[in-house]
């Protein structure tokens, strides 16, 4: 993969991890209240504008990522994602891993591997 490409891929993931944490700040704020109220308590934290940020940055980075891969091995690549943010996640929020999802992340970066090696 060219540098270029696998700058992009980073960015994609960095982009997409930053974005699902901020949501999950702002939506676990314990003083949001419920219903409306919830919203509009959100709506106030830069959490919430820092994950939108995130995702329009991450949205750019993919588009450009996928003009150099092809959509099949790009898909696959960006599922890399899902073991990011589920690591960051039991880091910062201490989210549990269970075994079976200890074996996702497994399987899944055993996917990414193979993939990216040019499989």
């Given at each position: 993969?060219?540098?270029s490409?696998?700058?992009?891929?980073?960015?994609?993931?960095?982009?997409?991890?930053?974005?699902?944490?901020?949501?999950?700040?702002?939506?676990?704020?314990?003083?949001?209240?419920?219903?409306?109220?919830?919203?509009?308590?959100?709506?106030?934290?830069?959490?919430?504008?820092?994950?939108?940020?995130?995702?329009?940055v991450?949205?750019?980075?993919?588009?450009?990522?996928?003009?150099?891969?092809?959509?099949?091995?790009?898909?696959?690549?960006?599922?890399?994602?899902?073991?990011?943010?589920?690591?960051?996640?039991?880091?910062?929020?201490?989210?549990?891993?269970?075994?079976?999802?200890?074996?996702?992340?497994?399987?899944?970066s055993?996917?990414?591997?193979?993939?990216?090696?040019?499989?």
């Amino acid at each position: 993969m060219a540098p270029s490409t696998l700058a992009l891929w980073a960015a994609n993931m960095v982009f997409d991890t930053v974005g699902q944490l901020s949501f999950k700040a702002a939506a676990g704020d314990p003083h949001a209240g419920d219903g409306l109220a919830r919203w509009r308590h959100m709506a106030t934290r830069p959490w919430l504008w820092l994950g939108m940020g995130c995702y329009v940055v991450e949205f750019l980075a993919w588009i450009a990522f996928l003009s150099f891969v092809p959509l099949s091995k790009g898909v696959l690549l960006g599922s890399i994602n899902i073991v990011v943010v589920t690591l960051a996640g039991r880091l910062l929020f201490h989210e549990k891993l269970t075994p079976l999802r200890v074996l996702g992340i497994v399987l899944i970066s055993m996917g990414v591997a193979v993939v990216g090696a040019g499989g």
